[in-house]
């Protein structure tokens, strides 16, 4: 959860449930709100409610991660963002992205299979049809 803005420029920590997004805190989280909104568009479907990114973000900022954290995911739509004119479907890249392992759980063998679970739900209660979904598995 976000409290408050910093001033421009100052860092600070973004506490995502337990985990920290180490970067500016405007910054971070407005890269993060414009990837999740990109990812949407390039879709070309509603995106769902803040609910399920606010739990995206819970889930990469438990504080059990080491590397798939927040910070790491931000990063992956840095690289990511140089590549999308590349991308055949880039929304489907995107949304495999905020979903790899989404749920992380150390003592679990299913982390990708069930992030990709996740991924598919939210696609279905989006209106994505299969082809779309089964790609997004695909890629996952």
Same mark, same amino acid.
């Given at each position: ?13 973004? #506490?995502? +449930?337990?985990? *920290?997004?180490? =970067? ?6 407005? !890269?993060?709100?414009? %990837? ?6 390039d879709l070309a479907l509603p995106a769902p ?18 590397? #798939?954290? +927040?910070?790491? *995911?931000?990063? =992956? ?6 590549? !999308?004119?590349?991308? %055949?479907?880039?929304g489907e890249v995107a949304l495999a992205l905020w979903f790899h392992d989404a ?38």
């Amino acid at each position: 959860t976000v409290a408050a803005w910093p001033a421009a420029g100052q860092r600070q920590v973004l #506490h995502v +449930a337990s985990g *920290l997004l180490d =970067c500016n805190l405007r910054e971070g989280w407005m !890269r993060l709100q414009d %990837a999740w909104r990109n990812t949407w568009i390039d879709l070309a479907l509603p995106a769902p409610g803040p609910e399920v990114l606010q739990a995206l973000l819970e889930r990469y900022g438990e504080s059990h991660r080491a590397y #798939h954290t +927040a910070q790491h *995911l931000a990063e =992956c739509f840095q690289h990511f963002d140089g590549a !999308r004119p590349l991308a %055949a479907h880039a929304g489907e890249v995107a949304l495999a992205l905020w979903f790899h392992d989404a749920i992380y759980d150390p003592h679990s063998a299913r982390n990708e299979a069930d992030s990709a679970d996740w991924a598919d739900r939210v696609l279905v209660s989006a209106g994505a049809g299969a082809a779309m979904r089964d790609r997004v598995q695909i890629v996952q």
